[in-house]
């Protein structure tokens, strides 16, 4: 049996302030169609860089030795080039879920084309949860888990 992946899809924006505007979910004339088509697919953006923040202060929070990914997340945050690179960029969550069906996040993409035509977007990405696609997080006590 063929395993049955889920799926992601993230968009980039190349202004700050449209960042913003998305970040604020603010009533910007710029970013009414983005809007339109995320509510009618149910989906809500977060920036990559409130994520990233979330985890580690979650982390923080519950003890960091139970996030294998805090070091790198939190210099990632703390580095001015990749914090200005990951509030640009958007994870879209379906139904408050982080992956989706398939055909949820073609549907989503196919209908995020035109703003990414128009300029709005300057890139969309669409992930699976196939771990050969994805690296992984080290595993505990490997030499590769500094």
Same mark, same amino acid.
């Given at each position: ?35 339109? *088509? ?5 989906? !809500? ?18 003890? !960091? ?11 990632? *945050? ?25 055909? *949820? ?8 084309? @035109? ?8 890139? *969309? ?5 196939? @771990? ?15």
């Amino acid at each position: 049996m063929v395993p049955q992946w889920q799926y992601q899809v993230r968009f980039d924006v190349v202004d700050p302030a449209i960042s913003e505007s998305i970040r604020r979910k603010a009533q910007d004339p710029a970013l009414t169609r983005l809007f339109e *088509i995320l509510a009618r697919h149910r989906a !809500v953006p977060k920036s990559q860089f409130d994520a990233f923040s979330e985890y580690v202060a979650t982390a923080e929070e519950r003890g !960091v030795e139970g996030y294998p990914l805090y070091q790198w997340t939190k210099a990632t *945050i703390e580095n001015p080039a990749k914090k200005e690179k990951y509030l640009k960029s958007f994870t879209l969550y379906v139904d408050d879920q982080e992956v989706y069906a398939r055909e *949820i996040a073609d549907s989503l993409e196919s209908d995020l084309q @035109p703003l990414a035509a128009g300029g709005l977007i300057t890139r *969309i990405s669409k992930y699976d949860t196939n @771990p050969e696609n994805n690296p992984q997080p080290p595993q505990r006590g490997s030499k590769n888990s500094s």
